[in-house]
Structures are given as C-alpha cells and as structure tokens.
C-alpha cells in the first residue's frame, strides 16, 4: 500500500519561510518523479513544482519560482518543499503526489497516480 505523509504546515506571518516534508512509503521512491501540488479554498488544484527521481532538476510553477525550492532525499523517501518569502496569497493546502506519467506531464495533476492527504499553509498579511 502506498501511502505519502505530509507535514510541516502551520501559520506564518507574510515574509516568512517554512519547510513542507512528504515521507513515502510503500514503493521504491527514488524510482518515481515526485510533484508538490497546492489548493486555496474555492480554487482548483494547481501545481507548485517537481523534482526528478534523481533530484538533479526541478521545474517551478511561475507564481513560486524564485522563492519555493524542493528537493529529496532518496536514503530517508522523503521530499521536500522549501518555501521563502511567503505570501498570503500562497495560503493552501498543500499536497505532495507521485508517479506523473512523465516528466513532460509533472504539472498536470491529472497525470499523478498517488497523494498524500495535504497540509495547511497559512501565511498572514
């Protein structure tokens, strides 16, 4: 059974930085391209960015290039989303996912297999 545990969500004031953590468990992580999606109330889900299996690149959603990075570690099967700068405009749940059907298609949700249950950002003005 696969599952993907996101943690690290809290309430930060605008200007601040916090660090999301997806652990992984129940498939060879390091096989698969991993993707951080998010969703603001009454907003569709859209994605954030991804990284590839070995974590030699990462691709960015406009809105976050700049001042959200990501990056894994194979050894612990966990990904990782650093977001700086923080606004409140960036307030969601955010959610990690797994296995896009290929690295061409790591935006579209749609294309991703697996997910993990989300957690709250709350970014204060």
């Known amino acids: 059974q696969v599952q993907l545990v996101e943690s690290g969500g809290g309430l930060v004031q605008a200007g601040g930085s916090l660090r999301l953590s997806c652990v992984v468990s129940?498939?060879?992580?390091?096989?698969?391209?991993m993707g951080w999606f998010r969703q603001a109330p009454g907003k569709e889900r859209e994605f954030v960015g991804a990284?590839?299996?070995?974590?030699?690149?990462?691709y960015f959603a406009d809105s976050v290039k700049g001042r959200f990075t990501i990056s894994r570690d194979n050894a612990k099967n966990t990904v990782y989303l650093q977001m700086n700068s923080l606004e409140p405009e960036d307030t969601a749940v955010y959610y990690c996912?797994?296995?896009?059907?290929?690295?061409?298609?790591?935006?579209?949700?749609?294309?991703?297999?697996?997910w993990g249950q989300g957690t709250q950002v709350t970014v204060s003005a």
């Open positions: 996912a797994m296995d896009p059907t290929n690295w061409s298609s790591a935006s579209d949700a749609a294309e991703y297999s697996y």
């Open positions: 129940g498939r060879p992580f390091s096989a698969y391209v």
């Open positions: 990284i590839t299996r070995s974590g030699g690149t990462t």
